[in-house]
């Protein structure tokens, strides 16, 4: 059988797919762990009262515990799948990010390279996110790219900050205020990942089918 070879964008632009397609795939895993623990939320659910005797020893409510016991499963898979898909979302927009600078620059990555430790957990290569504007103007998408942009490093930022005010004992009331309000802006940094890398894919397949990456 002929050994067939893959021009270097077709597998690059297939490597870019697989980091997308994983970055949506533990997105949706992440959604349905945040329904199921939704769903066994002791205080959404009607109690029942009922009683239960373990002979010489206590008495339980087997609702109740059975409730908790499920709460605490479904929160540990959340939290799992919650950290798998930030991972894998901060993988597909620097992965992605990286092959664009690459092409942009002239040269021709058949794949994305990313580091990637024993845990599994991928390493950013830059600790922002490189600007397009000037290497992409004339792209129609570019604006969205560069608001992504700022979005992430908006987040990240908010982040780092949450992580500051976590290591405090003791916090002062505005602290408080702008410890919660930190989290809130970082809770949607994985979103906001996953959403730029689908637009710096897309502006790789416009380097790559308009013949300026050649």
């Known amino acids: 059988m002929p050994h067939t070879t893959i021009a270097w964008f077709d597998s690059l632009t297939e490597s870019v797919a697989?980091?997308?397609?994983?970055?949506?795939?533990?997105?949706?895993?992440?959604?349905?762990?945040?329904?199921?623990?939704?769903?066994?939320?002791?205080?959404?659910?009607?109690?029942?009262?009922?009683?239960?005797?373990?002979?010489?020893?206590?008495?339980?409510?087997?609702?109740?515990?059975?409730?908790?016991?499920?709460?605490?499963?479904?929160?540990?898979?959340?939290?799992?799948?919650?950290?798998?898909?930030?991972?894998?979302?901060?993988?597909?927009?620097?992965?992605?990010?990286?092959?664009?600078?690459?092409?942009?620059k002239g040269e021709q990555p058949q794949f994305v390279e990313l580091c990637r430790d024993e845990a599994g957990q991928y390493s950013t290569p830059f600790s922002l996110l490189p600007d397009f504007r000037e290497a992409?103007?004339?792209?129609?998408?570019?604006?969205?790219?560069?608001?992504?942009?700022?979005?992430?490093?908006?987040?990240?930022?908010?982040?780092?900050?949450?992580?500051?005010?976590?290591?405090?004992e003791e916090l002062a009331d505005y602290e408080s205020a702008a410890l919660t309000e930190a989290r809130a802006l970082a809770a949607g940094l994985a979103d906001s990942w996953c959403a730029y890398g689908e637009q710096a894919e897309a502006a790789l397949h416009f380097l790559l089918t308009s013949g300026e990456s050649q």
């Open 18 to 104: 697989a980091l997308g397609a994983a970055a949506r795939e533990t997105r949706f895993a992440n959604q349905a762990a945040r329904a199921a623990l939704w769903a066994v939320e002791p205080g959404r659910l009607q109690p029942v009262h009922g009683l239960l005797s373990v002979p010489g020893k206590y008495m339980i409510r087997p609702h109740d515990v059975a409730l908790g016991q499920l709460h605490d499963l479904c929160r540990s898979h959340q939290c799992g799948t919650a950290a798998l898909y930030e991972n894998m979302a901060r993988a597909y927009a620097y992965g992605t990010a990286t092959a664009l600078l690459a092409v942009i």
């Open 136 to 168: 992409l103007g004339h792209w129609v998408g570019i604006d969205r790219l560069d608001a992504l942009r700022w979005e992430v490093d908006s987040r990240q930022h908010a982040a780092d900050v949450a992580d500051a005010f976590a290591q405090c």
